[in-house]
């Protein structure tokens, strides 16, 4: 469906299960919030079981669109990029962001947002891809490091 991909990322993550639990829509409230809102944050919601079909794959691909996006209601998130390391990353930022809307959800309420024009231009400083790459880069060496640190019994 989407030839321009060549990484898709499924977590369980849990901020994502929470946040897409009480249907609020996703506010850029964060630059990582950014890189998903706008348009809206996608959301698949025929099932939160396992897609164990072609047809419910369908359907998330569907769901997705032309985003690089989708809660999966009830169950985790899809993410998609060129590779897997965008992919990742997008996964990544996606929990942080919908932790952060969690957070301010619990303490109050969201009462404001980046607007759409300044959600885009977050998205094209934030969200360019030299910075997601350096954001995967860093995860990488980090986890080299703990590896290294732990030694061979721990990877």
Do not use: M
Not at 31 to 55: C, K, N, W
Not at 90 to 105: G, T, V
Not at 106 to 120: C, I, M, N, P, T
Not at 139 to 154: C, D, K, Q, V, Y
Request: aromatic share 4%; net charge negative; hydrophobic share 45%.
């Amino acid at each position: 469906a989407r030839p321009e991909v060549g990484g898709v990322v499924h977590t369980h993550a849990p901020s994502v299960i929470a946040f897409a639990a009480t249907g609020h829509p996703l506010r850029p409230i964060s630059h990582d919030a950014s890189l998903f809102v706008p348009p809206g944050l996608a959301r698949f919601e025929e099932t939160g079981d396992l897609i164990v079909t072609p047809e419910l794959g369908g359907a998330v691909a569907a769901s997705l669109g032309t985003r690089n996006a989708v809660a999966l209601v009830h169950h985790g998130l899809v993410t998609v990029g060129p590779d897997v390391a965008l992919a990742t990353i997008d996964a990544i930022l996606l929990e942080r962001a919908c932790d952060s809307q969690l957070r301010a959800e619990s303490a109050g309420g969201v009462v404001s947002w980046s607007s759409d024009a300044e959600a885009l231009s977050k998205r094209a400083r934030h969200g360019a891809e030299a910075n997601l790459r350096a954001a995967f880069a860093y995860l990488e060496r980090g986890r080299r490091a703990e590896s290294t640190a732990n030694g061979p019994w721990t990877s």
